[in-house]
């Protein structure tokens, strides 16, 4: 018997039915559990009806690059149980926004970004903590997003010291001059750095659409995964 259709959205289930079997069979190549990892279905430029019909499907953890397109669909979709990942890369003069509806934020990677959540934190007093990732660049562009692997022990040091932040774990994309596998090691090896300072930051971000069996390999904990599971991105608008 197939997975049930969704009519607004043709082949969502199927493709959706198809990344968790994907998954599964990473997970026993790798000798792990597919219930220890989180999947987050990201759905830049899709619609809120999209959202939903994922939800329908079992979905509660949703991804989203832009903080204005997140926004909105957090409030029309308030009454779902989805937990919000911000998965973008994070503005210091948006962070307090996202606070707003962010469960999780993958990609606190500089001091900047944390500051107006602690100043937030302490104006509303009884907030609990976001879920917080450190990004790290795994390139040698500084213009990329994430902390350089020199500044991972700060960084970790700043976040536990946030009483905005709840530090989970770490976050990063693979490079598309690196093989996957190679670049997912590192992130690994960085993760090890964390948790020498937070053992309970145990958390790694890593992998979409077309690595995510090689981030699984490596440990990967939260897999973001977009085009594989809600199809072809409209344009942006």
């Known amino acids: 018997m197939g997975a049930p259709e969704t009519p607004q959205f043709p082949g969502l289930a199927d493709r959706l039915a198809e990344v968790r079997g994907g998954i599964g069979d990473a997970c026993r190549v790798a000798g792990r559990d597919p219930e220890d990892l989180t999947l987050i279905v990201v759905t830049k430029f899709h619609p809120a009806s999209l959202v939903a019909a994922l939800a329908e499907l079992g979905v509660r953890d949703v991804g989203e690059n832009r903080h204005q397109e997140a926004q909105a669909k957090a409030r029309e979709l308030a009454s779902l149980d989805l937990r919000w990942h911000f998965v973008g890369q994070l503005q210091s003069k948006k962070a307090r926004q996202v606070a707003g509806y962010a469960h999780a934020i993958h990609s606190i990677d500089r001091d900047a970004v944390i500051a107006p959540l602690d100043r937030l934190a302490a104006e509303e007093g009884s907030r609990p ?8 660049n795994l390139t040698d562009d500084p213009a990329r997003g994430g902390v350089a692997p ?8 700043r976040m536990l010291a946030s009483p905005a932040l709840r530090l989970r774990g770490v976050m990063a994309v693979a490079p598309l001059e690196e093989e996957p596998a190679s670049a997912f090691a590192r992130l690994a090896g960085y993760s090890e750095r964390v948790r020498a300072i937070a053992p309970d930051a145990d958390a790694i971000s890593a992998g979409m659409t077309h690595d995510y069996a090689e981030a699984i390999a490596a440990g990967a904990t939260h897999l973001r995964i977009g085009s594989a599971i809600t199809g072809k991105r409209p344009d942006p608008r």
């Open 150 to 157: 020199d500044g991972i022990e700060p960084l970790a040091e």
């Open 129 to 136: 903590p976001i879920d917080a990732f450190m990004q790290i």
